[in-house]
């Protein structure tokens, strides 16, 4: 489906993407898998699933994008970069903790959604109420520290956008996480791509492939070099070598839309 106007440069993206999850298939994946095997902590294991969650993600973009489903897989991008400021939050200090709490919360609203299940029989309250408190205090130390942006029902206590600003990525955020999320969920813009012209416009289509593929790029890379940095894999010139070519690439691709302005 990449053979509109703009199908060398989505073809070029697409290989760039493929090349991005086969480097992470062939060097990072032995690397960090016997790291976080010979270690195990919470830290190492919220590498490893943010990690493979973001990675299959990837390969599931790339098989939307090459087929013209490039609305959906927006809702892909945007749950990529989610994974990636969750994981650079959690790296940004007091690590361990702030790992803890990740499956510390899952754990809590695991159990808290399937207390009241119909025949239920085990009693998780006691272990309810002693996650809840941890994360009554988490939430009232984050208060404390912040003048906004605190929010209950988080495993950071935190929005999104906080956490964005502080691992220093608030521009992504603010330039086009909104956009990612109009594909998402139930939006009247996002919801009118596919119905262009008044008409029903389910098919596959030349529709946001580039701009998904642009979008991706960032917290993949992003991904790769934390765990780069924290596992000192020595893979720094295969992650400098994907974003010097994604830098060409999306250059190209600024110039030519500016100069149709």
């Known amino acids: 489906m990449c053979t509109d106007d ?16 086969d480097i992470f298939e062939i060097k990072f994946k032995p690397k960090l898998t016997a790291s976080v095997s010979s270690k195990g902590s919470s830290l190492d294991w919220a590498f490893m699933l943010f990690l493979a969650k973001s990675m299959k993600t990837a390969r ?34 007091n690590t361990s903790h702030r790992a803890e709490l990740f499956f510390e919360y899952g754990k809590l609203d695991s159990l ?16 309810i109420e002693r996650l809840s408190k941890i994360f009554e205090e988490e939430y009232k130390s984050g208060k ?44 009247s813009e996002g919801l009118a791509s596919y119905c262009s012209s008044g008409l029903v416009d389910d098919a596959a289509s030349h529709r946001m492939i580039e701009e998904v593929l642009i979008i991706s790029f960032p917290s993949l890379t992003g991904l790769l070099r934390m765990a780069n940095e924290k596992y000192s894999l020595g893979l720094e010139k295969y992650v400098e070598e994907i974003n010097f070519r994604y830098k060409i690439l999306s250059d190209m691709i600024r110039t030519k839309r500016r100069n149709e302005i």
Request: hydrophobic fraction near 35%; charge should be positive; glycine fraction near 6%.
């Open 6 to 21: 703009n199908g060398i440069n989505n073809k070029n993206l697409l290989g760039l993407l493929a090349k991005c999850t």
């Open 60 to 93: 599931a973009v790339t098989i939307l994008a090459k087929n013209g489903y490039g609305e959906d897989a927006m809702c892909l991008a945007r749950s990529m970069f989610e994974n990636y400021i969750n994981l650079a939050y959690i790296l940004k200090e």
């Open 112 to 127: 808290k959604k399937t207390e009241n299940f119909p025949n239920n029989k085990v009693n998780n309250k006691g272990e």
């Open 144 to 187: 404390e520290k912040y003048m906004d942006g605190c929010k209950k029902h988080s495993w950071s206590c935190l929005t999104l956008k906080k956490m964005s600003e502080i691992v220093n990525a608030k521009e992504g955020y603010d330039s086009f996480y909104w956009w990612m999320s109009q594909y998402s969920h139930p939006h």
